[in-house]
C-alpha cells in the first residue's frame, strides 16, 4: 500500500507475538545516513518495545543498500538469528542506476531469505527524491522502520509457531 494512504508507524499490537528469547539482526546501509539511521532507529525501537532484549540486537553497518543482501548473509553466519531486517534507502536521482540497486537488493534479501528459512526484511526506502525520504524515515508518514520490525516481529512469530509442525502438504 502506498504510504500516502498509511502511516507507516500505525500498527495492530494486538496482533504481535512475544519476543522475548528471540534474536534479531539489523544491516544497516551508512548511504543516506541522516535516513537510514533514523529507520535503525525506529526498528530498533520497535524491537525493544515489544519484548526484544537489547543485547540480542545484532547490528552492524554496510557502506550502500547494494551491500545489504551480503551483510545480511554474513550477519546469518555468524549469528543464530531469528529474523534478520535490512536498512536503506534508494534515491531515484538522475539516473537508472536506482532500477538496478533497488531489484538486485530485493532479490538479493528475498533469495537469502528463502535459502536460509530466516526471514530476512526488506527495509529499503525507494523514494524519488529526499524529501520523500524524510516522510518515511520519521516524517508525516511514519518510519518505515517501525514497518520492517513489526514484519519481522511476525514472520519471527510465524516460524516460530510452524517449527516442528508439518504442514497439510506432508512438507
Not at 74 to 93: D, F, H, P, R, S
Not at 147 to 161: N, P, Q, S
Amino acid at each position: 500500500m502506498a504510504s500516502a494512504l498509511k502511516n507507516l508507524s500505525q500498527y495492530d499490537e494486538s496482533n504481535l507475538p512475544d519476543v522475548s528469547g528471540m534474536k534479531f539482526g539489523i544491516v544497516v546501509a551508512d548511504w543516506h545516513a541522516e535516513i537510514t539511521h533514523a529507520l535503525y532507529e525506529g526498528c530498533f525501537e520497535t524491537l525493544v518495545k515489544h519484548g526484544a532484549d537489547e543485547a540480542d540486537i545484532k547490528t552492524i553497518q554496510v557502506p550502500g543498500a547494494f551491500e545489504l543482501p551480503t551483510g545480511a548473509k554474513m550477519l546469518l553466519a555468524g549469528e543464530k538469528l531469528n529474523a534478520v531486517v535490512c536498512i536503506g534507502c534508494v534515491i531515484q536521482g538522475e539516473t537508472k542506476h536506482n532500477d538496478y540497486i533497488n531489484n538486485a537488493v530485493a532479490m538479493g534479501l528475498t533469495t537469502l531469505g528463502v535459502a536460509s528459512s530466516i526471514p530476512v526484511i526488506y527495509g529499503v526506502l525507494t523514494p524519488n527524491d529526499e524529501e520523500q525520504a524524510k516522510d518515511r524515515a520519521g516524517g508525516k508518514y511514519g518510519n518505515k522502520g517501525v514497518e520492517a520490525a513489526v514484519t519481522a516481529i511476525r514472520m519471527a512469530g510465524l516460524k516460530k509457531d510452524l517449527t516442528g509442525s508439518k504442514s497439510r502438504m506432508g512438507f
